[in-house]
């Protein structure tokens, strides 16, 4: 077999991988049931009503630290809201800015504020924030939201409250419309987020291919009496992804959680610079390190290497089989079409979530090498900094450290 047969061989082999790979992600995401609730149904939605009883109250609980600049636009958007009943409350974790001064300074007797001092032992501040929003709460379903949402849609509520009901879950949770507001984020969020689906494609098996066994803690709206069984955020006291941790002790005790679309109901922010970006991968990764994840970095670093970067890696020697071929010319060139496909597939793709998923520009996706560099280049440096005895032990996010 001469060289160039052996060349041709070898990138055909890598070409059929990666495009093996692209079609396993299409058929995820086509598999994967994400319930809409927009219907018309919704709109002026309450619960069941026996005999003469008022509709069953709704309890929003917004952990909010140093939130300063978004929590006046959260509480307005939600006090907004046109549902029947419903109740908002703000759990102050410590925070060191003005957040406190611009919840009270809002009249209104559905608004109440609650202020933390300090967290006790045994408890992350998140976890305790949120805790002390379900040990307050009054309504029999509660909605957690962050404090930089923004619920631009005033049937949300509404709209959440009848997918409950409808899908007879127990829990409804789903990703807002995320505001990506540094260049950074723009450039990175949407490549991180292509693949995410080959992680949570592992969260779901057997007959409950229809639900998510995890949640998104920016928004999630669950029954309290599956709170109250699984001893509220007890079980996640101590995690530094609260919301992740709780969807799997919702799941180990047979409740059911309902992946619901509501990026056209409510925005919220993730990253606000590059700063908050780097910490954010950096927490991502060492949870993902410090528990029974590990799988899921791998499965980043593994997605972003080959099915990014290596059809670009490989094209230089496709076009170097285009230009010396004689006799094949004709097979060649269907190589080179086929590696050209697979370079703008990640462009495509990462397009299609920009515009879905955050409603970017598609000019950021062009840069799709830069972004899977920067991306690797954050993955590599968390793990070097968590790996090494002095910094293994802490990991940064919204102004604490966290061991």
């Known amino acids: 077999m001469s060289n160039f047969s052996i060349m041709i061989w070898i990138i055909c082999s890598i070409l059929t991988g990666l495009t093996v ?53 959260c509480l307005l958007s939600l006090l907004s809201q046109r549902y029947t ?17 611009i919840v009270e300074a809002i009249r209104d007797k559905r608004l109440r504020l609650i202020q933390l001092k300090k967290t006790p032992d045994g408890w992350r501040g998140k976890s305790w924030a949120s805790h002390v929003g379900y040990l307050a709460s009054n309504g029999q379903t509660l909605l957690y939201t962050d404090a930089d949402s923004f619920y631009y849609n005033k049937f949300a509520i509404a709209r959440t409250v009848f997918c409950l009901q409808k899908e007879r879950v127990d829990v409804v949770t789903g990703s807002p419309l995320i505001e990506l507001r540094d260049f950074y984020s723009k450039l ?50 101590t995690s530094i992804q609260e919301d992740t941790d709780l969807g799997k002790q919702i ?44 799988i899921n970095v791998v499965v980043d670093i593994s997605t972003i290497l080959c099915m990014v970067i290596a059809p670009f890696f490989i094209l230089p020697f496709s076009l170097q089989l285009n230009e010396d071929s004689n006799e094949n010319r004709f097979l060649t060139l269907i190589i080179l079409s086929w590696n050209l496909a697979l370079c703008l597939s990640p ?29 690797l280049t954050v993955y590599l440096v968390s793990l070097v900094h968590l790996s090494m005895s002095f910094s293994a032990r802490t990991t940064r996010w919204k102004g604490r450290r966290y061991t």
């Open 188 to 237: 990175i969020m949407p490549l991180f987020n292509l693949f995410s689906v080959f992680r949570t494609s592992t969260s779901v098996s057997g007959r409950d291919k229809t639900k998510s066994r995890f949640l998104i803690g920016g928004f999630f709206m669950i029954r309290k009496n599956v709170l109250q069984e699984i001893g509220g955020f007890n079980t996640v006291s």
């Open 85 to 101: 009943s419903f109740e908002v409350i703000v759990i102050d974790d410590g925070s060191t800015d003005k957040t406190a001064k």
């Open 21 to 73: 790979a692209w079609l396993a992600l299409a058929v995820l995401y086509v598999k994967e049931r994400i319930i809409a609730p927009s219907t018309k149904q919704g709109n002026n939605v309450v619960f069941s009503r026996v005999a003469d009883q008022p509709p069953y109250l709704v309890s929003v609980i917004v952990p909010a630290r140093n939130e300063e600049a978004y929590i006046k636009r």
């Open 251 to 294: 799941k180990s005790a047979g409740y059911s959680i309902g992946l619901v679309k509501v990026n056209n109901l409510v925005s919220a922010t993730w990253s606000r610079s590059r700063k908050t970006l780097l910490e954010g991968f950096r927490r991502i990764v060492s949870y993902n390190l410090t528990t029974n994840n590990k």
């Open 347 to 375: 462009i495509l793709g990462a397009t299609l979530k920009g515009l879905t998923k955050y409603r970017l520009n598609p000019v950021y996706s062009i840069l799709i090498l830069f972004s899977a560099g920067f991306l």
